[in-house]
């Protein structure tokens, strides 16, 4: 049984930074597509950037476009995501995902459903 532990969240004013972590372990396959969601209170699970097939595929949601960057080690078993310029609605739980085919069909990846491995998410609060 695979896992992915997540690590990096915290509190920080608008316009500051934090770098996420997610570790995998025990996966053979299913770390071809790795992600970053988040869940504000009362709001449902969003994606907000994607990696696969080490490295050929990224994309990110509009809204953290041009301030995160989502990057993979090259034996696919850890995903960082660097978020600058952080605001106060990027606060929420952040989760790993990871999926073997979740990020190749374009835009099916920013649906929660489409990932069968999550971790147990780490909180990112800004302040303003």
């Known amino acids: 049984q695979g896992q992915l532990v997540e690590s990096g969240g915290g509190s920080v004013q608008a316009g500051g930074s934090l770098r996420l972590f997610c570790a995998a372990s025990?996966?053979?396959?299913?770390?071809?597509?790795m992600a970053w969601f988040r869940q504000a209170p009362g709001k449902e699970r969003e994606g907000v950037a994607v990696v696969g097939s080490g490295g050929g595929i990224t994309e990110y949601f509009d809204s953290v476009k041009g301030r995160f960057t989502i990057s993979q080690d090259n034996a696919k078993n850890k995903v960082y995501l660097q978020m600058n310029s952080l605001k106060p609605e990027d606060t929420g739980m952040y989760y790993c995902?990871?999926?073997?085919?979740?990020?190749?069909?374009?835009?099916?990846?920013?649906?929660?459903?489409?990932?069968?491995?999550w971790g147990q998410g780490t909180l990112v609060t800004v302040s303003s």
């Open positions: 025990g996966y053979t396959y299913s770390t071809n597509c």
């Open positions: 995902a990871a999926d073997v085919s979740a990020c190749t069909y374009p835009g099916v990846w920013r649906v929660a459903g489409a990932w069968n491995n």
